[in-house]
């Protein structure tokens, strides 16, 4: 398995209780090659508090311990110079502790996970990906390939690797979908907390939901989502930042809608997101922009946060009450709507 571009789904840290005494035993044998330049030194993987580590002898290490349930967690393996020993950096990679034998195998960049029935999984999952990868497949390929693992390892730890992958591949609606069939244990995992909060977010702030208020600290004081959503007019709102190259593509037909509907009424405002405060105000200028923006007084995401945004441009249209009549990354996807608002 080679390292992937648009599959990496490297975990960070997983945090699970460690079992004792009558629990399972796992055990992992590991070969790596890291060829003339590189020799692997040491192993360590991560089980909630405990560390449990081996020496790599002979590009070799075995790794034995147990687990009351099986948990996905990270394996850190550090390299030196093979002359000197001095530390040169780590490779990481995602492997489910569970009863059984696992099979780690490292050859330059080629890395191979096995020997139990999760880590089977992923393994399957990486070869597919890879293949799609060399063969630059449709898009919609990957999309079936990401559903498809999630679906079938949803009880397991496995679908959590699938689902940190699955947040980088799925429009929204199939991530909810993936996630919705996920246990709760698989849920209530550290790398997949943070989209079941978004996922949440996002049924808050759907079609037909209230706008949700958000402050933002500018050069001229507080100044609240609320002073531009709610007074009775329909307002069509634009994160986007200076340094996205599709969000400043969209400000011309942006541009375009408020100049053909502002004498009906409609309200334009610029959300910058996670964009520096001269940069934008530079933007502005350059662009000729000529409705409000919220600017903050430093890079701030609190309004794309507020609303689950993350990826712009993203474009949220809301009626003269605040209610949300519609999302989308262009324009041109919000203008029946936007007709139908302003009739």
């Not at 390939?145 to 609606?173: C, H, M, P, R, S």
């Not at 003269?320 to 919000?334: F, H, K, M, P, Y």
Request: overall charge negative.
């Amino acid at each position: 398995m080679k390292r992937l571009k648009i599959f990496s789904a490297a975990l960070t840290v997983a945090f699970a209780a460690v079992g004792c005494g009558n629990s399972n035993s796992y055990t992992i044998h590991g070969t790596v090659d890291g060829g003339e330049d590189i020799r692997y030194d040491s192993v360590f993987v991560m089980t909630g508090d405990v560390r449990n580590a081996a020496a790599v002898v002979d590009n070799k290490f075995v790794l034995e311990g147990s687990v009351e349930s099986s948990i996905i967690t990270q394996l850190e393996m550090i390299y030196v110079d093979p002359e000197s020993g001095v530390a040169l950096g780590t490779t990481t990679l995602p492997v489910v502790v569970e009863p059984g034998t696992i099979s780690v195998e490292i050859t330059g960049e080629d890395i191979t996970i096995g020997g139990t029935p999760q880590n089977d999984a992923i393994q399957g999952f990486n070869d597919a990906a890879d293949e799609w990868e060399e063969r630059q497949g449709e898009w919609d390929e990957a999309v079936t390939l990401v559903k498809e693992f999630v679906f079938a390892n949803a009880q397991t730890q496995a679908a959590v690797y699938g689902l940190t992958t699955a947040q980088n591949v799925l429009e929204d609606d199939d991530l909810m979908e993936v996630l919705n069939a996920c246990s709760e244990q698989v849920k209530q995992h550290p790398e997949v907390m943070p989209i079941v909060e978004r996922m949440a977010i996002l049924e808050r702030t759907c079609v037909g939901q209230p706008f949700v208020d958000f402050e933002v600290d500018t050069s001229d004081g507080v100044v609240k989502f609320s002073d531009y959503v709610g007074k009775g007019q329909v307002v069509l709102v634009d994160f986007w930042a200076s340094w996205c190259s599709p969000c400043r593509a969209e400000i011309p037909n942006v541009k375009a809608v408020y100049k053909e509907f502002k004498d009906k009424g409609l309200v334009v405002v610029g959300v910058p997101t996670s964009d520096r405060p001269e940069d934008t105000r530079r933007a502005v200028e350059q662009d000729g922009i000529p409705f409000a923006q919220i600017i903050g007084n430093e890079r701030q995401a609190i309004g794309a946060v507020a609303y689950g945004v993350r990826s712009i441009p993203h474009l949220i249209l809301f009626d003269a009450d605040g209610t949300i009549l519609g999302r989308g990354q262009n324009v041109e996807s919000l203008r029946e709507a936007l007709t139908k608002a302003l009739q």
